[in-house]
């Protein structure tokens, strides 16, 4: 007597009923696995743009000084949120020269000003992260840093809003008048 030919693996499932409880078990699966990925890509973005944030302000930063004041930090930040205009004139730039209909550079210009808009919303709104060079320990620990995603936790960062670097802004005019009698 022949043997049975054996079951091939998945040829002989049944089809799920939609309201059946391993219908909604694999549904609950299938949307806890979607939402674990989503969120692990935002924090991978969010990441990416705070070490690339970092980098700037890393290779914007004087390397010989020891210790860096208030006026340094603002003045860092405001080179930070003027880093793009050069390229933003030379679109303008291209743009003006000859006739031309189509809209060249038109992503990368939107990509910009949405960012700078992020920004700028940011410093409104008091949230805006600089890592803290006024503190000489977070300073060497942020000169040490090689720019791993990893590590980014251990960085020191201070929040600024608009109204510090006002502040400071005003700290220096007081201090020029006090200076000048």
């Not at 040829?11 to 674990?36: C, D, G, Q, T």
């Not at 914007?60 to 933003?88: G, N, P, Q, W």
């Not at 003006?96 to 409104?124: C, D, F, P, W, Y």
């Amino acid at each position: 007597m022949p043997k049975a030919p054996k079951a091939k693996v998945g040829e002989n499932k049944k089809a799920i009923h939609p309201n059946s409880r391993k219908a909604v078990y694999l549904a609950r699966k299938s949307h806890h696995e979607h939402r674990v990925s989503q969120t692990k890509t935002q924090t991978s973005i969010k990441m990416e743009l705070q070490a690339e944030k970092l980098m700037w302000f890393q290779s914007h930063m004087d390397s010989e000084k020891v210790k860096f004041t208030k006026d340094d930090l603002a003045e860092l930040i405001k080179l930070y949120l003027k880093r793009f205009e050069e390229e933003l004139e030379q679109i303008e730039i291209v743009r003006s020269i000859g006739n031309r209909k189509g809209q060249q550079h038109v992503q990368r210009q939107n990509a910009i000003s949405m960012t700078l808009e992020r920004e700028k919303r940011q410093l409104h709104e008091g949230v805006f992260e600089v890592p803290d060079i006024i503190n000489v320990k977070s300073l060497e620990n942020f000169r040490k840093w090689t720019g791993e995603i990893k590590v980014i936790d251990t960085i020191r960062l201070k929040k600024f809003s608009q109204e510090d670097l006002d502040n400071i802004k005003k700290d220096d005019v007081m201090d020029e008048e006090e200076s000048a009698v």
